[in-house]
Each structure stands twice: as structure tokens, then as C-alpha cells.
């Protein structure tokens, strides 16, 4: 049974820095797509970051420059380093994986079967 569980989660000034963690269990496969997503209260889920297993990754407008994802193979650990946080960055951040690797809608949330149960993040003006 995959698992995801996130953490890093927490409340900070605009400006701001964090880092949010997502441990992958049970998930042994050579070609796939992991992202982040996020949802704000009375809002959609948006796909944030997307990093995929050859290494490229996918980014949203809102945020590219700003935000880094990464994968740690060996502790089965996502990642997203987020820098520079603005107020309408505040949201419920999930992990989300899925097989194969998707060369297109990687940030599209119906293509993925493995979820998280988020991480709020709220970022104060």
C-alpha cells in the first residue's frame, strides 16, 4: 500500500522561507511523476511543483523562481523549498505520485492515485 505523509507545514511573515517534506512508502517503481499540490479555502486544487523520475522538473507560473522541489531516492523523500512566500501561498500543501511518468499534466490533479493528507502553510502579511 503506497503511502505519503507530508510535514514542514507552519505559519511565517511574508517573505519568508519553508521547507516542506513528503515521505514516499511502498512505492518502488522506476518511472513516475511526483508533485505538489495546493488548495486554498474556497478555492481549486492547483498543482504547484513536479519533478518526474528522470529528473526534469515542472513548475507553475505563480511560483517558478521562488519554489524547488526535489526527490531524495535513498529517503524516499519529496521535497519543496519555498522561498520568498507571499500571502496568496497560504493553503493545505499535498504530495501526490503517480506511474509512469507523465509528459504532459503533471500538474493536473485527476491523473494521480497517491495522495497525502497536506500540510497547512500559512503566510501572513
Known amino acids: 500500500l503506497v503511502q505519503l505523509e507530508e510535514s514542514g507545514g507552519d505559519s511565517v511573515e511574508a517573505g519568508g522561507s519553508l521547507r516542506l517534506s513528503c515521505v514516499i512508502k511502498?512505492?518502488?517503481?522506476?518511472?513516475?511523476?511526483m508533485t505538489w499540490f495546493r488548495q486554498g479555502v474556497g478555492k481549486e486544487r492547483e498543482g504547484v511543483a513536479a519533478?518526474?523520475?528522470?529528473?526534469?522538473?515542472d513548475y507553475d507560473r505563480s511560483v517558478e523562481g521562488r519554489f524547488t522541489i526535489t526527490y531524495d531516492n535513498d529517503g524516499n523523500t519529496l521535497y519543496l523549498e519555498m522561498n520568498g512566500l507571499k500571502p496568496e501561498d497560504t493553503a493545505t500543501y499535498f504530495c501526490?505520485?503517480?506511474?509512469?511518468?507523465?509528459?504532459?499534466?503533471?500538474?493536473?490533479?485527476?491523473?494521480?492515485?497517491?495522495w497525502g493528507r497536506g500540510t497547512p502553510v500559512t503566510v501572513s502579511s
Open positions: 501526490a505520485a503517480t506511474r509512469p511518468r507523465q509528459w504532459t499534466g503533471s500538474l493536473f490533479a485527476p491523473l494521480f492515485n497517491h
Open positions: 511502498e512505492f518502488p517503481y522506476s518511472s513516475y511523476t
Open positions: 519533478i518526474h523520475s528522470d529528473g526534469l522538473t
